[in-house]
């Protein structure tokens, strides 16, 4: 079995945001940038599965900028076998159909079996990718996995849902994508880190992969939500029903 799992180049989690004066990108230049928090678990979760005898590869994927290589080189040292850079602007790479489309190709290219990846990533929090995924490829999905078992004849994933958790049955290929709780990403050793550097990492572009995208999304303004106001404390009902009246909550 084939593994993909798209590993997205975020801002760490840690670090504070900052936005440019255009109010148009983030702030990036000599800021900590990590893999996306949910992508590692997937990435951990793909590597477990090659552990325990059930996959045979793991080729990590990420679609963005020439320093993408150091999110995936950090991939290939917890465990995956060869990675794949697509270069793109920011455009393709925050629209989640754009980014979809491109999975689905190397999909094709490279006869995967499960695409392991990211409920959503920390950045822009869209958690469209994985289902629009699914549906260009007719698969079946699993979303929000927090267990993922192969013991059996079809792939049981535990997902959390709004009413507690529900177990679904997947018949490979399928897409599945990962919640907080499905495992914790394992340190990497320096040893790892070195062998690392000597594991294949091919670079595409969309002309080779004979495909010309229009973002359906385009971000047109970034500003920090607005401050809330401090609360009120109040000392009788009567106090405060006068003034759920008065800030008319009722409509």
Known sequence: M?????LKRVIDYN???QIQSDHREVVTDNVKMSINPFDEIALEEAIRLCESGHAEEIICVSIGCSQ??????QGLAMGGHRAI????DSSIENDPLSVAKILAELVDRNAIDLVLMGKQSIDNDCNQTGQMLAGLLNWPQATFASKVDFSKKAVEVSREVDG???IVSLSLPAVITSDLRLNEPRFIALPNIMLAKQKPLDELTLDDLKLNLKP??????????????????FTDIDTFLERLDKDAIWD
């Open 2 to 6: 084939k593994i993909l799992v798209p």
């Open 15 to 17: 670090v504070v945001v």
């Open 85 to 88: 850079l697509v270069h793109s």
């Open 68 to 73: 993408a290589q150091e999110q995936l080189r």
């Open 164 to 166: 507690g958790a529900e």
């Open 216 to 233: 359906k999304i385009v971000r047109k303004k970034l500003d920090f939500p607005e401050k809330r106001q401090a609360g009120e404390v």
